[in-house]
């Protein structure tokens, strides 16, 4: 059997600050298959932007991988030199943004950026770059992209721009793209669009992709797979049909209950109660441990990623206590 | 675009006449011209003669009129001291305070930038940390005395490098200058680093602080999600970006320069326009301190004018007023 | 609502000072510059305490004691640490008082200054309009124009004087407090806090001293600290052009420019020292304010 193209193993990313260290990335493992899209979820906080930064290399100082593996088509990426790396952003693995008004150099025009991501990776010249641009701009659905070239990034729309980012992304036909947030800072109905747009375009080219959200929703309308991330750590994972119907975890199941098209008109929203911990100061054993009503003594250490005995298909979950639906359908 | 730099050449105008009147009216309360310009011994009727040659019977007001009236012709008025027109007088003066303070800024651009990039770049680091305190350091130092100083290292204890006067200037393209002959470069360097030493720490603050706003923005870590090389990543994405505020500075820092250089030609002796204004105001040459603040004022305005033109091709943001309505 | 809302994430005064505080003083070289400021202040206001001799005394000045190498002892047994100047007075008592007309008449222009320039800053910023457009007008003016340039016509134009040197200063220092303060009341006049206090029926001056005003602070004392050091350099320049101070009361400029003739000649130290005194001084002032700049700056806050 071949390795999925990515594996991650007890991935921990720290940073070093004033106030002690910060573990934003706390023993992550997750795999990505070929094609696969998987859904990466949690609070800001959480440590889901960090490690995908860390799988690009890509940590602001004084972020740094403390240990762990993250193989890349069976190649470890940790320790990695940053001319491997460099070579591999942008053609292998690509990475799309959250904030599209930020992701466009303001003072270079939409060609240059393009053509210079074309040229970085592949030796063609200026002119087989410049097609190259104009036809990635048309995959995405910009109109009149030869003219579109020409023009600096604050001609643009928000949606426009995360389109240009998204065609960026996609020049080399990576075998990943991690999206870190895409639609959140764009308006309902253009976030659609995108969403359908990358899954499509994706799904051509056999593209895996990891989206990272705080948004099940998003989640639930096009992904695989979900990890649900709190604190540093993966506390569920499942195909996505089944977290969503039957989510385990306690947190998982406190995410759905507060999205608010799943609950009833006049009900009272349900919220998660307390805030989300500090990652200076993480509570002690399970990190959800104070907020969670099912917590009692055992849930002073931290619980073992297990797989749930009655799931197939990689439902693992991290908890004492799992929630298992199953017992209420089964009798 | 031609909207926008007719407009702006209208206020200049405003601009111009206001300095004129406040430095025409300043002028005339200081102490008076004829005290200077005649021998001790002269007599009350050699002193009459005097002061209506010069015009000074006449009341203020009529001699701002006269002023105007001829200062429209280009006429600014005769030195009383070098008794030739004073903007004559100033132009012939300008070549070498330009030369100054053009490779002033020279110096400054080519050695600050470079230096506030790789502080930038390294922020906390040992460089860091020297390049900081050197650029606090180079604008702590009052400009007279580090230029007293660097005679006193080169030409005093060294003898490297003459302290005072041009030297021998030649010609490049019809231009009087002391780019042209060895000597004339040798006279030059000197003051040039005593002029550029101030802006140059100021380059490299500039730079460095933005260089240090500029890399942690998504862009960087986009381009560098690209697969974009960091030397590319800093030399088109970061420096292109914060070309725009040193730019700007470069161009109002060329006007300081040219006023700034008052200091450093009394000092080195360098006879451009900056000395010839310090001994005019000794002198009580009216004529020639008003014409020097008009011409000055003038530089100043094409020179922001400029700047702001640049800022257009610059930074696509930009929209110069007049333009896009 | 019976109180004006507090911003929910500042902390108390007191304890934001302490934070202030704490952070400055994780930079070594900003306090070693603290300190050197505080020595310097000291041995300005104690100079005639402390100094060896009265500089101004013409009768304890001997002409014969003129130019003397530093660590020289003349016939009556007096020490000369720095040397003397060719009036034969105590370099190291003539830097004393120098340093104390210097630093005065830095921060007295600077702290003028600022009462000037905040003042104008915030009535352009809180009235708006035309009071708005014609103080920034002339604030555009001002900065237009190089200050050592500025100071110069005002001073050819109102003679030599300690009084006449701080007003040029103050007028070629205002502006760039006007603008800044202008520039962040504009901001906070803009924030819920304001309009929170104008429904409550807060008088105007309250709003803006005891609410607007608090918030342009950190701006306040970085460029006031700046401009104190650039104060003292600028009255340096115009006393060593001649422009400045009379020389009856000599700054550490005066000293400087009187040492220049006898610099050529290798009587090094009486531009020397009183320069490497004037250097030590603004560096460190400008050392303090650039720490406190980084610590201020919410642009660069982590």
Redesign the interface.
Known sequence: MTEPLLVIRDLETHFD?RQGTVKAVNGVSLEVSRGEVLGLVGESGSGKSITGFSILGLLDPPGRIASGSIRFKGEELVGASQERMRRLRGKDIAMIFQDPMMTLNPVLRIDTQIIEAIQVHDKVSHKAAHARAAEALRRVGIPSPEERLKAYPHQFSGGMRQRVAIAIALLHSPALVIADEPTTALDVTIQAQIIHEMQKLCAESGTALIWITHDLAVIDSMGDRVAVMYAGRIVETGAVRDVIAAPAHPYTRGLIDSVPSRNHRGQRLAQIPGMAPSPLNLPQGCAFNPRCTFADAACQVVPDETDLDNERNGRRVRCFHPIRLAQETVS | MLVFIIRRLLQSML?LL?VSIV?FV??Y??GDPVDILLPDDANQSERQAAIRSLGLDKPLITQYGIFLGKAVQGDLGTSFVFNIPSIELILSRMPATLELALCAMVIAVLIGIPLGLWAGLKPGSAAD?VI??GS??G???????QG??L??IF??WLGWLP?NGRGTTGTIFGIETSFATWDGLRHLLLPAINLALFKLAMMIRLTRAGV??TMPLDFVKFARAKGVSEPRIVLVHVLKNILVPIVTVIGMEL??LI??S??TE??FAWPGMGKL??DS??KLDRPV?VAY?LV??MM?ILI?LVVDLLYATLDPRVRLKGVSE | MSAVPANPTAPEPEKRWRMLWREFAENR?AVAALVVCGLLLAAALLSPLIAPQNPYDLTVIDMFDSRMPPGSVNPDGFHYWLGTDGQGRDMLSAMLYGLRLSLMVGVVSGVLAIAFGVSLGLVAAYWGGFVDALIMRVVD?ML???T??VA??LL??L?QGVDKVIFALVMVQWAYFARAVRGTALIERGKEYVDAAVSLGFSRPRIVFGHILPNCLPPIIVIGTMQI?HAI?TE??LS????GLPITEPSL?LL??N??AY??S?Q?WI??YP?LL??VT??S???VG?RLRDVLNP??Q?
């Open positions: 600050t | 601009v206001a430095v300043g002028l309360a200081v940390e900081t305190t606090i350091l604008f702590s130092l009052p400009g007279f005395w007293l100083m005679i006193m030409s005093v302290s240090r706003e006007g300081s006023a700034f008052t200091v009394t000092i204004i310090i105001i000794n301190v603040l000055v004022t100043f922001n | 070289r003016f237009g124009f190089p050592i340039m110069l016509i050819a134009v003679g050091a350099s340096a320049t060593f052009l001649g422009l400029g400087i420019a040492g220049f610099l050529l290798g090094y531009s020397v320069g004037l250097l603004i560096f002032i400008n050392v650039d642009r660069l982590k």
